[in-house]
């Protein structure tokens, strides 16, 4: 990839690398290599941003717990906050059923 010009920097971490011209014109649908420079950053970033526009914790949660969080500490800052707050939710309180004397 040291042939190829950096022309694009991921959403996640940051790091610049490079994306084809048919990724970045494509039109029906966003390439995660538009957004991100992995596969699995792009789920991050997914998980991300659905819980930006929906607030939903718990979903956000679920889906970061799906996703390989190894390199946080070298996602961009605000990511990183993003992911530690939703993480850090608390596990709601289930009401548990009145055990029954035998």
Known sequence: MSDKKINAHCAICGTGYHICNTCLQQK??????????????????????????????????RELEKCDLSGLDDFK?????????????????????????P
């Open 28 to 61: 029906s649908f966003k390439s995660w290599r538009v957004v991100t420079d992995t596969v699995e950053h792009y789920k991050i970033y997914m998980a991300v941003h659905g819980y930006t526009l929906s607030q939903d914790k718990e979903t956000a949660k």
């Open 77 to 101: 800052p605000s990511i990183k906050a993003v992911i530690q707050e939703i993480l850090s939710e608390e596990e709601k309180d289930i009401p548990k059923s009145p055990q029954k004397e």
